[in-house]
């Protein structure tokens, strides 16, 4: 608020409920800008922040107690228990809208706001300007300008409180416990999906979800970036590339990692996750604060690209081929994003023309991957169909990074012995689970 100014008014609403299929609902999950701002779960609501009002600068609008509805559809926090429970200021019942916010816009110069996202309440909004704007004569005082919200909000979440921090070590455990116990559920004969289907038990166990759609891809489906069918037969010899991560309390974990089905890498998946590993590893000492982003990208091509030539899939020198951009033949995205309240979370990533500088707070993946396509000819046989990414997820400290992801291991011998039952070869990642309550009230970052 101190932001946006006492002249304004930011308008935020919750995320409208999505029809699956007839009368069926997708699960809900709320906006992630409402929640940052709210702590608010319920859908039908939303937030007014509008600074210097004398009754209140936070306001919410949401849905009155209503035991019929709630016999259906669950609890209701209700407008007498959210001033309390969500540390507000004043709340209406969403019903009253209409004929409340046109008096909290009136008056106010610029409008904060999130057009385009949802032209239903675009429209709506439009509504309660133009009722203002009808009223000049009356004395009204519209507003003359609309600003996106984004521009201001998204540059706040890319920095994370402590408390914030304690929720994505949590899902970072959480997605990392999942990871081990597909590990070791993994053998030929399998599907794809039996093997997601361990990754989501651990979720669901611990009050979490999937934090995107889980990628499970065995053999040459690894080669596929958004691999999404996951039902494939897991094959003897070849690998499989798993990226999933938990949502907990709406903050995401993204892991990837790269095992081999039968539990012993190949002389050529062994060569190609060296590369990727080291790669990664030379990434990973770049995140550190007045380092720029791009900084992260740069040591991980130098190192793929080196480890590429050296096996011969790439001919020439490391640096005639990263010059030309010809390792993108079998690395083609970026390595990392920022990471947060959204798996492929807010903020920018440059500044002007330049890579943005990392700073204490910023939580990002680092991900790596080679992937060598079934069909690429220019490559020897013995290396095609063979798919490896790493990932995990770094927050940048004063210090060094801290890898929030470490309770997974990616060292290709404890992997290999993980799978063998080798109960003594690894630390595992242990999590509590969480205590189940009767009625679980609204949650904030606190």
């Not at 891809?217 to 039902?231: D, I, K, P, Q, T």
Request: proline share 6%; hydrophobic share 40%.
């Amino acid at each position: 608020m101190r932001m946006i100014g006492r002249e304004a008014i930011a308008i935020i609403p919750a995320a409208p409920e999505r029809i699956r299929s007839n009368d069926a609902h997708y699960p809900y999950r709320q906006d992630s800008d409402f929640h940052y701002l709210s702590g608010f779960g319920e859908a039908d609501a939303v937030l007014a922040l509008i600074p210097g009002r004398q009754h209140g600068e936070v306001v919410l609008f949401c849905r009155e107690r209503d035991p019929e509805r709630e016999r259906w559809d669950g609890p209701r926090l209700g407008t007498d228990a959210a001033p309390a429970t969500l540390a507000i200021d004043d709340a209406f019942p969403i019903s009253d809208i209409d004929d409340i916010l046109p008096g909290m816009i009136e008056g106010r110069e610029r409008v904060y706001y999130h057009f385009g996202r949802d032209p239903d309440f675009d429209l709506k909004l439009m509504g309660w300007v133009n009722r203002v704007r009808a009223m000049v004569k009356q004395g009204a005082r519209p507003p003359h300008e609309f600003v996106a919200l984004g521009h201001l909000l998204h540059d706040l979440r890319l920095y994370k409180s402590p408390a914030e921090i304690k929720l994505m070590k949590r899902a970072a455990e959480i997605a990392a416990e999942a990871h081990l116990r597909a590990m070791r559920a993994t053998r030929p004969g399998l599907t794809e999906t039996a093997i997601e289907a361990e990754l989501q038990h651990t979720f669901r166990r611990h009050q979490a979800v999937a934090s995107y759609e889980p990628i499970v891809g065995g053999g040459s489906n690894a080669c596929v970036l958004h691999y999404r069918a996951n039902n494939a037969v897991l094959r003897d010899g070849d690998l499989l590339l798993v990226d999933a991560g938990a949502e907990y309390q709406c903050y995401a974990s993204d892991i990837t990692r790269t095992w081999p089905i039968n539990g012993r890498y190949s002389p050529e998946q062994r060569a190609l996750y060296d590369v990727v590993l080291a790669a990664q590893l030379a990434a990973i000492e770049k995140a550190r604060a007045g380092v720029p982003f791009l900084a992260m990208h740069e040591a991980a091509v130098r190192v793929l690209t080196r480890g590429l030539c050296r096996l011969g899939l790439l001919k020439g020198s490391p640096e005639s081929n990263i010059k030309i951009g010809d390792y993108r033949r079998f690395y083609m995205h970026k390595t990392g994003h920022w990471l947060g309240l959204d798996v492929h979370d807010v903020g920018d990533y440059r500044v002007g023309e330049d890579s943005r500088e990392l700073e204490a707070g910023m939580v990002l993946t680092v991900e790596p991957g080679l992937y060598v396509s079934a069909d690429e000819k220019t490559v020897e046989k013995r290396w095609r169909g063979i798919g490896i990414r790493i990932e995990d997820d770094v927050l940048v400290t004063r210090g060094d990074p801290i890898v929030l992801t470490a309770g997974v291991t990616k060292d290709p011998d404890e992997i290999e012995a993980l799978m063998r039952g080798d109960a003594a070869s690894m630390a595992t990642v242990v999590v509590p689970p969480a205590r189940a309550k009767r009625q679980p009230a609204p949650t904030t970052p606190d």
